[in-house]
């Protein structure tokens, strides 16, 4: 992430800016890189969003900005830059995302004492809409496992189907499954998870006799040992299990079983969720083993389903198969 700094607001990169408000970009980012242990993914996505930005008020202002120019700025210049990147194509999430960005960005400015500019905070960001889950149908989630469960049972195999049964049978999030320690594997005697999920919020999930005996095959099966402060799963040279390998799995299941686009890892959650609603589980029980913070989340997968309790409706309601009365 450094060299990608340096290279966009050197002297000679396209994007001029005055010698202060360089520095103070730089300064920021690096705030996020060390002082806030940002991702690298959240680093580029920010950096990204000041280049669109200051690239703008420099074309806006027609002379390279300085952090006098940024303790100018009213909010109709921030809805002059919002409005050039909806004409750019920038969607509604993806606005919402940069202005999110600029607003932690003159936030720090003010805690250093460099700006005090509060003209972007009085701004609502856009709306963006729910995505709706789009999980595999039981059908399609049952032919992932099945078509895993068949394949020659190496130890890549084993652990690949762990995983699998893991995100369907348990409704992990990928990093949470591959944030198992080897302590954490659960046994007959203990077969509940105690799960860290995002925000810190801890959960307990119960986890399947099928599940259960596929972790115990891939330990047995691993070449690696596997001592008990060590990842539960393993990559092919012996480092803790990518993330990425468990994408490409899916990629290569999609085109194996014909499953859809959508089929994901994190889409194995989702199909979690949908079934168990779809066989009766109560939505605050549902909340609890996926571990949202909040009941709104969880209500998401109903309307996933809601054709499917329409159907319900229409076939157990007393009037629902009554023909329309004559006018």
């Known amino acids: 992430?450094?060299?990608?700094?340096?290279?966009?607001?050197?002297?000679?990169?396209?994007?001029?800016?005055s010698g202060d408000l360089r520095q103070a970009v730089v300064g920021w980012l690096?705030?996020?890189?060390?002082?806030?242990?940002?991702?690298?993914?959240?680093?580029?996505?920010?950096d990204r969003a000041m280049r669109q930005f200051l690239g703008w008020l420099r074309g806006h202002l027609g002379h390279a900005p300085c952090l006098g120019d940024l303790a100018r700025i009213e909010p109709k210049g921030f809805r002059a830059f919002m409005a050039a990147r909806r004409r750019a194509g920038l969607e509604s999430r993806s606005l919402a995302r940069t202005m999110s960005a600029l607003r932690q960005f003159f936030r720090w400015l003010e805690t250093e004492g460099l700006v005090k500019n509060r003209a972007v905070l009085t701004l609502a960001l856009p709306k963006v809409p729910h995505g709706i889950p789009k999980p595999l149908t039981i059908e399609k989630a049952a032919t992932v496992v099945a078509d895993s469960m068949e394949a020659k049972l190496d130890w890549i195999a084993a652990r690949d189907l762990a995983v699998l049964l893991l995100l369907y049978g348990a409704g992990l999030r990928v990093s949470e499954a591959l944030g198992l320690m080897r302590k954490d594997a659960p046994t007959p005697e203990r077969d509940v998870l105690r799960i860290d999920g995002k925000g810190?919020?801890?959960r307990l999930v119960p986890v399947l006799p099928v599940t259960q005996e596929a972790i115990a095959r891939y330990i047995a099966l691993c070449p690696y040992p596997l001592r008990s402060d060590t990842p539960l799963f393993l990559g092919a040279k012996g480092g803790p299990l990518s993330p990425r390998i468990i994408q490409l799995l899916m990629e290569d299941l999609r085109d194996r079983l014909d499953l859809p686009e959508t089929a994901t890892p994190h889409a194995l959650r989702h199909s979690f969720a949908t079934h168990l609603l779809r066989a009766g589980a109560d939505l605050r029980q549902i909340q609890e083993l996926?571990?949202?913070?909040?009941?709104?989340?969880?209500?998401?997968y109903t309307e996933v389903d809601r054709e499917r309790l329409l159907e319900v409706y229409d076939a157990a309601h007393p009037r629902g198969r009554d023909p329309p009365e004559a006018s």
């Open 30 to 46: 690096a705030h996020l890189r060390d002082g806030r242990g940002s991702s690298d993914a959240t680093l580029v996505a920010y």
């Open 200 to 202: 810190g919020k801890e």
């Open 290 to 300: 996926l571990g949202h913070a909040s009941l709104s989340t969880t209500q998401l």
């Open 1 to 17: 992430m450094s060299a990608t700094i340096k290279d966009i607001l050197s002297d000679e990169s396209e994007l001029s800016l």
